[in-house]
């Protein structure tokens, strides 16, 4: 049985839900106002450089309803800010409002944040209740939490194998790819898509398959295109150099133009790539990236242990022989079946370093 101080936080994080993409590369974040036990308020967080959940929340109150907005309890799943950002300090606005009871998920990592938006509450005399479904409010927003704890995005790998476990078959006659899933597999992958900030393939995939990376059969906002190009090999022919999405190419060469569409990084390919990768998509501010292949990019962030979630489908096509699937052992967080299609997805809890 949840408790009702549970039950209000899983409403807030239902709230935080609806905007979550939309709010990156900030958190998203559910608050509710409740006054003996009725909810007269409610908001999330607005599209990026809005305002946040608890200015959405304390507006949505009716005019009838306003004199009880200081005898309410706020809950919230984030940590209310205390910094002057794209928007003033929730806090301010807490206090202003005169709201005594103020119900916490979890701390906010921001280094701006970081516990003083609830010493700030403190100091003002209110109630502050911190760690009500502390660890479903960070799940709901790993990625923001990943980025700021570790200096890193969040990292989903993403693969599809055949029966027989290989990833491509040895021989391949067009320059697409060779699909293993089902249309609705297929439709899924794209809603992950249009979920994070960046998606990454190594050279072979974009050589072999020349793949478009983009939200096709879904709605929402198409991710950054990442692509490893050590030695240039990847034309201007290829869908990811098309300017339609933003592209960040990490190659060896140096000297190369930029354009606003079109980022070329220098780094060197060594035995740091994996970390050299996230620490580019750190600096560009991309709080998550979905890797799609190939199989020896897979398994590169594998070795360095720098993953946190992989996505993995088994579809019915048999290759006998091809690109052989990543070896890897972590921890499996869900099962489904997509008609034919089994989809497992697995959790690293083990990450070896951190940047
Ligand atoms: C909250 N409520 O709904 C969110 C918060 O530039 P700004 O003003 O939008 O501030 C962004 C930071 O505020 C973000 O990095 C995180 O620390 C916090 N997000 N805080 O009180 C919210 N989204
Ligand atoms: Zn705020």
């Known amino acids: 049985?949840?408790?009702?101080?549970?039950?209000?936080?899983?409403?807030?994080?239902?709230?935080?839900?609806?905007?979550?993409?939309?709010?990156?590369p900030n958190?998203?974040?559910?608050?509710?106002?409740?006054?003996?036990?009725?909810?007269?308020?409610?908001?999330?967080?607005?599209p990026f450089g809005g305002p946040h959940g608890e200015v959405n929340c304390i507006n949505s109150v009716a005019e009838a309803d306003r004199h009880l907005i200081p005898l309410s309890t706020l809950y919230v799943s984030l940590e209310p800010c205390s910094?002057?950002?794209?928007?003033?300090?929730?806090?301010?606005?807490?206090?202003?409002?005169?709201i005594q009871?103020?119900?916490?998920?979890?701390?906010d990592p921001n280094e701006k944040v970081a516990g003083n938006g609830i010493k700030k509450l403190q100091e003002a005399g209110k109630n502050v209740t911190v760690g009500v479904l502390e660890a479903e409010c960070r799940e709901f927003n790993r990625r923001f939490f990943t980025f700021h704890e570790k200096q890193r995005p969040y990292i989903i790998l993403k693969w599809a194998e055949s029966a027989d476990?290989?990833?491509?078959?040895?021989?391949?006659?067009?320059?697409?790819?060779v699909w293993i899933t089902n249309a609705y597999s297929r439709q899924l992958v794209h809603k992950w898509r249009s979920e994070e900030m960046a998606i990454l393939a190594g050279t072979q995939t974009i050589l072999d398959d020349n793949p478009q990376l983009d939200v096709r059969t879904w709605t929402g906002t198409n991710p950054v295109r990442i692509v490893l190009d050590r030695t240039g090999k990847i034309n201007d022919s290829y869908f990811v150099k098309n300017h339609k999405i933003k592209t960040i190419v990490?190659?060896?060469?140096?000297?190369?133009p930029n354009l606003d569409t079109l980022v070329y990084e220098t780094v060197p390919f060594d035995e740091n790539l994996p970390r050299t990768i996230a620490a580019v998509l750190y600096r560009h501010n991309l709080q998550s990236v979905i890797i799609e292949g190939g199989g020896k990019t897979l398994q590169t962030f594998i070795d360095a242990g720098l993953w946190d979630?992989?996505?993995?489908?088994?579809?019915?096509?048999?290759?006998?022989?091809?690109?052989?699937?990543?070896?890897?052992?972590?921890?499996?967080?869900?099962?489904?079946?997509?008609?034919?299609?089994?989809?497992?997805?697995?959790?690293?809890?083990?990450?070896?370093?951190?940047?």
């Open 1 to 24: 049985m949840k408790t009702s101080h549970e039950h209000y936080m899983l409403r807030c994080l239902e709230l935080a839900h609806n905007g979550l993409r939309e709010a990156m």
């Open 27 to 46: 958190p998203s974040v559910g608050a509710i106002l409740v006054y003996n036990d009725r909810i007269i308020g409610e908001g999330h967080t607005s």
């Open 83 to 98: 910094h002057y950002g794209k928007t003033p300090p929730c806090c301010d606005l807490i206090i202003h409002e005169q």
């Open 101 to 107: 009871n103020i119900i916490i998920g979890t701390v």
């Open 165 to 177: 476990g290989f990833l491509s078959p040895k021989h391949k006659s067009e320059q697409s790819p």
């Open 250 to 256: 990490l190659t060896e060469k140096s000297n190369l």
């Open 309 to 355: 979630e992989a996505r993995v489908f088994r579809g019915k096509a048999v290759f006998t022989e091809g690109t052989p699937v990543p070896v890897f052992k972590a921890t499996v967080q869900h099962r489904e079946t997509i008609l034919e299609d089994e989809l497992i997805i697995y959790r690293n809890y083990g990450e070896r370093n951190t940047i």
